[in-house]
T-cell receptor, first 117, second 107 residues
Framework: QVQLQESGPGLVKPSETLSLTCTVS??????????WAWIRQPPGKGLEWIGN???????FYNSPLKSRVTISVDTSKKRFSLRVNSVTAADTAVYYC???????????WGQGILVAV | DIQMTQSPSSVSASVGDRVIITCRAS??????LGWYQQKPGRAPKVLIY???SLHSGVPSRFSGSGSGTDFTLIIDTLQPEDFATYYC?????????FGGGTRVEIK
Protein backbone atom coordinates (compact mmCIF):
# COMPACT_ATOMS: atom_id res chain seq x y z
CA GLN A 1 0.00 0.00 0.00
CA VAL A 2 1.46 3.31 -1.06
CA GLN A 3 2.16 5.97 1.55
CA LEU A 4 3.17 9.57 1.00
CA GLN A 5 4.68 11.84 3.64
CA GLU A 6 5.39 15.54 3.34
CA SER A 7 8.29 17.11 5.21
CA GLY A 8 9.81 20.55 5.48
CA PRO A 9 9.75 23.73 7.54
CA GLY A 10 6.44 24.92 8.90
CA LEU A 11 7.41 28.57 8.83
CA VAL A 12 8.96 30.54 5.98
CA LYS A 13 9.76 34.25 5.92
CA PRO A 14 8.25 36.51 3.25
CA SER A 15 10.31 36.74 0.06
CA GLU A 16 12.16 33.51 0.88
CA THR A 17 11.78 30.05 -0.68
CA LEU A 18 9.40 27.36 0.52
CA SER A 19 10.88 23.88 0.11
CA LEU A 20 8.99 20.66 0.76
CA THR A 21 9.72 17.01 0.12
CA CYS A 22 7.33 14.11 -0.37
CA THR A 23 8.70 10.69 0.47
CA VAL A 24 6.94 7.77 -1.19
CA SER A 25 6.86 4.24 0.11
CA UNK A 26 5.11 1.23 -1.35
CA UNK A 27 5.34 2.45 -4.95
CA UNK A 28 7.92 3.53 -7.48
CA UNK A 29 7.84 7.14 -8.64
CA UNK A 30 9.65 6.12 -11.80
CA UNK A 31 7.24 3.36 -12.83
CA UNK A 32 5.28 5.64 -15.12
CA UNK A 33 1.94 4.35 -13.87
CA UNK A 34 1.12 7.48 -11.92
CA UNK A 35 1.46 11.23 -11.88
CA TRP A 36 2.87 12.76 -8.71
CA ALA A 37 1.51 16.09 -7.63
CA TRP A 38 1.47 18.94 -5.17
CA ILE A 39 -1.82 20.49 -4.05
CA ARG A 40 -2.40 23.19 -1.49
CA GLN A 41 -5.27 24.45 0.63
CA PRO A 42 -5.22 27.86 2.32
CA PRO A 43 -6.83 27.86 5.77
CA GLY A 44 -10.60 27.63 5.46
CA LYS A 45 -10.50 27.57 1.66
CA GLY A 46 -10.63 25.09 -1.20
CA LEU A 47 -8.07 22.94 -2.97
CA GLU A 48 -5.60 24.31 -5.52
CA TRP A 49 -3.51 22.10 -7.77
CA ILE A 50 0.08 23.35 -7.94
CA GLY A 51 1.70 20.98 -10.41
CA ASN A 52 2.47 17.42 -11.54
CA UNK A 53 5.46 15.36 -12.51
CA UNK A 54 5.29 12.10 -14.45
CA UNK A 55 7.86 9.57 -15.54
CA UNK A 56 10.73 12.04 -15.52
CA UNK A 57 9.17 14.30 -18.12
CA UNK A 58 8.74 18.05 -17.88
CA UNK A 59 6.43 18.95 -15.01
CA PHE A 60 3.09 20.68 -15.55
CA TYR A 61 2.41 23.75 -13.42
CA ASN A 62 -0.62 25.83 -12.60
CA SER A 63 -0.32 29.09 -14.49
CA PRO A 64 -0.68 31.54 -11.57
CA LEU A 65 2.27 29.86 -9.84
CA LYS A 66 4.34 28.79 -12.82
CA SER A 67 6.96 31.53 -12.55
CA ARG A 68 7.69 30.71 -8.90
CA VAL A 69 7.32 26.93 -8.68
CA THR A 70 9.66 24.02 -9.36
CA ILE A 71 8.82 20.34 -8.93
CA SER A 72 11.69 17.89 -9.09
CA VAL A 73 12.03 14.14 -8.67
CA ASP A 74 14.69 11.97 -7.07
CA THR A 75 13.63 8.53 -8.21
CA SER A 76 16.47 6.72 -6.49
CA LYS A 77 15.54 8.25 -3.17
CA LYS A 78 11.81 7.73 -3.75
CA ARG A 79 10.92 11.35 -3.24
CA PHE A 80 9.81 14.41 -5.10
CA SER A 81 10.08 18.01 -4.07
CA LEU A 82 8.39 21.37 -4.33
CA ARG A 83 10.02 24.77 -4.29
CA VAL A 84 8.06 28.01 -4.26
CA ASN A 85 10.12 31.19 -4.60
CA SER A 86 9.39 34.66 -3.28
CA VAL A 87 6.62 33.59 -0.94
CA THR A 88 4.05 35.95 0.52
CA ALA A 89 1.30 35.53 3.11
CA ALA A 90 -0.94 34.30 0.29
CA ASP A 91 1.20 31.15 0.11
CA THR A 92 0.20 30.17 3.64
CA ALA A 93 -1.56 26.83 3.25
CA VAL A 94 -1.63 23.15 4.00
CA TYR A 95 0.49 21.54 1.29
CA TYR A 96 -0.33 18.01 0.18
CA CYS A 97 1.53 15.62 -2.05
CA UNK A 98 -0.57 13.08 -3.90
CA UNK A 99 -0.57 10.67 -6.79
CA UNK A 100 -3.07 9.92 -9.53
CA UNK A 101 -3.33 7.62 -12.52
CA UNK A 102 -3.65 9.45 -15.84
CA UNK A 103 -7.12 10.95 -16.29
CA UNK A 104 -8.25 9.74 -12.87
CA UNK A 105 -8.53 11.44 -9.46
CA UNK A 106 -5.91 11.56 -6.74
CA UNK A 107 -6.15 8.18 -5.06
CA UNK A 108 -3.44 8.57 -2.41
CA TRP A 109 -2.54 11.65 -0.40
CA GLY A 110 -0.02 12.60 2.22
CA GLN A 111 -1.33 13.84 5.53
CA GLY A 112 -0.49 17.43 4.61
CA ILE A 113 1.87 19.96 6.12
CA LEU A 114 0.92 23.46 7.21
CA VAL A 115 3.33 26.10 5.99
CA ALA A 116 2.93 29.62 7.33
CA VAL A 117 4.52 32.65 5.72
CA ASP B 1 -8.54 26.51 -17.99
CA ILE B 2 -11.61 24.43 -17.14
CA GLN B 3 -13.64 26.02 -14.36
CA MET B 4 -15.54 23.71 -12.04
CA THR B 5 -18.65 25.18 -10.40
CA GLN B 6 -20.21 23.32 -7.48
CA SER B 7 -23.57 23.93 -5.92
CA PRO B 8 -24.74 24.43 -3.34
CA SER B 9 -21.79 25.79 -1.41
CA SER B 10 -23.36 24.44 1.75
CA VAL B 11 -26.33 22.33 2.70
CA SER B 12 -27.95 21.57 6.04
CA ALA B 13 -29.30 18.06 6.33
CA SER B 14 -30.40 15.49 8.85
CA VAL B 15 -29.29 11.92 9.34
CA GLY B 16 -31.25 9.79 6.90
CA ASP B 17 -31.68 12.57 4.32
CA ARG B 18 -30.75 12.38 0.69
CA VAL B 19 -28.21 14.99 -0.38
CA ILE B 20 -27.56 16.01 -3.96
CA ILE B 21 -24.49 18.02 -5.00
CA THR B 22 -23.92 19.23 -8.53
CA CYS B 23 -20.76 20.14 -10.39
CA ARG B 24 -20.61 21.90 -13.74
CA ALA B 25 -17.54 22.11 -15.96
CA SER B 26 -16.98 25.16 -18.16
CA UNK B 27 -16.29 22.83 -21.09
CA UNK B 28 -16.78 19.16 -21.81
CA UNK B 29 -14.63 16.74 -19.83
CA UNK B 30 -16.18 13.46 -20.92
CA UNK B 31 -16.40 11.36 -17.73
CA UNK B 32 -13.07 12.47 -16.30
CA LEU B 33 -14.47 13.67 -13.02
CA GLY B 34 -13.82 12.64 -9.44
CA TRP B 35 -15.51 13.39 -6.14
CA TYR B 36 -13.77 13.71 -2.78
CA GLN B 37 -14.81 13.90 0.85
CA GLN B 38 -12.73 15.99 3.24
CA LYS B 39 -13.08 16.19 7.00
CA PRO B 40 -11.48 18.94 9.10
CA GLY B 41 -7.73 18.51 9.49
CA ARG B 42 -7.63 15.57 7.10
CA ALA B 43 -6.57 15.03 3.52
CA PRO B 44 -9.36 14.52 0.97
CA LYS B 45 -10.44 10.99 0.18
CA VAL B 46 -11.66 9.93 -3.22
CA LEU B 47 -15.25 8.66 -3.36
CA ILE B 48 -16.02 8.46 -7.06
CA TYR B 49 -13.86 8.25 -10.17
CA UNK B 50 -14.77 8.45 -13.84
CA UNK B 51 -17.94 10.29 -12.83
CA UNK B 52 -19.85 7.23 -11.67
CA SER B 53 -17.47 4.52 -10.44
CA LEU B 54 -17.32 3.90 -6.72
CA HIS B 55 -13.79 3.88 -5.30
CA SER B 56 -12.78 0.78 -3.37
CA GLY B 57 -14.14 0.73 0.17
CA VAL B 58 -16.60 3.59 -0.31
CA PRO B 59 -20.13 2.85 0.94
CA SER B 60 -22.77 2.26 -1.70
CA ARG B 61 -24.90 5.14 -0.41
CA PHE B 62 -22.56 7.37 -2.43
CA SER B 63 -23.22 7.52 -6.15
CA GLY B 64 -22.18 9.71 -9.04
CA SER B 65 -23.57 10.42 -12.46
CA GLY B 66 -23.10 12.67 -15.47
CA SER B 67 -20.84 13.26 -18.42
CA GLY B 68 -19.76 16.15 -20.55
CA THR B 69 -20.31 19.24 -18.41
CA ASP B 70 -22.89 18.31 -15.76
CA PHE B 71 -22.29 15.94 -12.88
CA THR B 72 -24.04 14.91 -9.69
CA LEU B 73 -23.00 13.34 -6.41
CA ILE B 74 -25.80 11.77 -4.40
CA ILE B 75 -25.54 10.67 -0.80
CA ASP B 76 -28.47 8.42 0.05
CA THR B 77 -29.48 8.00 3.67
CA LEU B 78 -26.99 10.45 5.16
CA GLN B 79 -24.98 9.02 8.05
CA PRO B 80 -23.33 10.94 10.93
CA GLU B 81 -19.89 10.31 9.45
CA ASP B 82 -20.91 11.92 6.15
CA PHE B 83 -20.92 15.45 7.53
CA ALA B 84 -17.92 16.88 5.71
CA THR B 85 -16.94 18.99 2.72
CA TYR B 86 -17.17 17.52 -0.77
CA TYR B 87 -15.17 18.54 -3.83
CA CYS B 88 -15.36 17.66 -7.48
CA UNK B 89 -12.23 17.66 -9.67
CA UNK B 90 -11.69 17.32 -13.39
CA UNK B 91 -8.82 15.20 -14.66
CA UNK B 92 -9.43 15.76 -18.36
CA UNK B 93 -6.70 18.32 -18.93
CA UNK B 94 -4.08 20.47 -17.24
CA UNK B 95 -4.39 22.53 -15.18
CA UNK B 96 -6.28 20.11 -12.98
CA UNK B 97 -9.07 22.02 -11.29
CA PHE B 98 -11.36 21.55 -8.31
CA GLY B 99 -14.81 22.80 -7.56
CA GLY B 100 -15.17 25.26 -4.70
CA GLY B 101 -16.56 22.66 -2.32
CA THR B 102 -19.90 21.84 -0.70
CA ARG B 103 -20.11 21.74 3.06
CA VAL B 104 -22.67 19.26 4.36
CA GLU B 105 -23.73 20.41 7.81
CA ILE B 106 -25.95 18.94 10.49
CA LYS B 107 -29.43 20.42 10.48
Amino acid sequence: QVQLQESGPGLVKPSETLSLTCTVSGDSIGSGDYHWAWIRQPPGKGLEWIGNTHNGGNPFYNSPLKSRVTISVDTSKKRFSLRVNSVTAADTAVYYCARHPPYLPFDSWGQGILVAV
Amino acid sequence: DIQMTQSPSSVSASVGDRVIITCRASQGISSRLGWYQQKPGRAPKVLIYSASSLHSGVPSRFSGSGSGTDFTLIIDTLQPEDFATYYCQQSNSFPLTFGGGTRVEIK
